[in-house]
């Protein structure tokens, strides 16, 4: 989905830093296609997580911005990288819940306060959270209660930026068909069968049904839509 997301901020005119953890190859790709439509992008590595790793990041992310752009400001923030696990509350352990707290809720957390402060006035932020925290889905306890604090938070930012007219929503998409949680959707056509029944628009998502969600509320097509959890879901489980 972060592709689709960078393409379609590129589409409106966004140069974009974007990040990758495994997928470097990917990643230059997608700077190339970005280079394509005109605009610039540059990619840099991100593992959330680490905590330890932050830092080091932003370090080198307004390094970037300096290089590249000649200013150590940018206008916005989405909030994408994930990874999934289907674990019953049975079984989880403090390993897997410190890695999904990382990744999901305190390394989101920590990013948004420390890059806010380089953020212009009048910005945007996207949190990409779930349909899951709507509904439950068996395995995914720890993964939907991180969403549901980002969602939280998400409203918290919106209240305390405001006053610097920097908005914050949340895109929770339904079940994409993506590479997340080892391609889960994609390599079970029963799961798959069974969420396109679920939906009132009779299928799974695709990842390019998202992108453009998330390049609306960065707009200033959205500029009076703040605070708000957007579900991009073809309407599951209604
Ligand atoms: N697919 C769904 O059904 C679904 C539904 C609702 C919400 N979501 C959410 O949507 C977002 C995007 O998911 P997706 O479906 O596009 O999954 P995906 O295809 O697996 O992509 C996940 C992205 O997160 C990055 N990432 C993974 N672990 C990371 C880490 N430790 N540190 C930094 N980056 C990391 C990956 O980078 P590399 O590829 O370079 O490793 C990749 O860019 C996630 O927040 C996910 O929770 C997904």
Not at 19 to 39: C, F, K, P, W
Request: glycine fraction near 8%.
């Amino acid at each position: 989905m972060g592709k689709d997301m960078a393409l379609s901020l590129a589409r409106k005119g966004v140069d974009i830093v974007l990040t990758y953890h495994s997928g470097m190859d990917e990643a230059n790709q997608v700077v190339e296609e970005i280079e394509r439509l005109g605009r610039k992008a540059i990619a840099l590595p991100l593992d959330m997580s680490k905590f330890k790793n932050l830092d080091p990041f932003l370090f080198s992310f307004f390094e970037t911005l300096k290089a590249h752009w000649n200013t150590d400001r940018f206008d916005y923030l989405v909030n994408n990288a994930g990874t999934g696990a289907t674990i019953l509350i049975d079984d989880v352990t403090e390993k897997d819940f410190d890695y999904l707290m990382n990744v999901h809720f305190k390394g989101v957390y920590f990013l948004t306060q420390k890059a806010l402060v380089h953020m212009n006035d009048h910005g945007a932020v996207v949190f990409v959270s779930s349909g899951t925290t709507r509904f439950s889905v068996n395995g995914y306890s720890v993964y939907s209660s991180l969403k549901s604090a980002v969602e939280t938070f998400t409203k918290y930012v919106a209240k305390e930026y405001g006053k610097r007219g920097i908005r914050a929503n949340i895109v929770a998409p339904g079940p994409i068909e993506t590479d997340f949680n080892s391609a889960a959707i994609r390599n079970n056509p029963q799961m798959k069968n069974f969420l396109a029944g679920q939906t009132a628009l009779g299928r799974v998502g695709n990842a390019d049904d998202i992108g453009s969600v998330v390049a609306f509320l960065c707009s200033d097509e959205a500029k009076w839509v703040n605070g708000i959890r957007l579900e991009a879901s073809g309407g599951i489980n209604l």
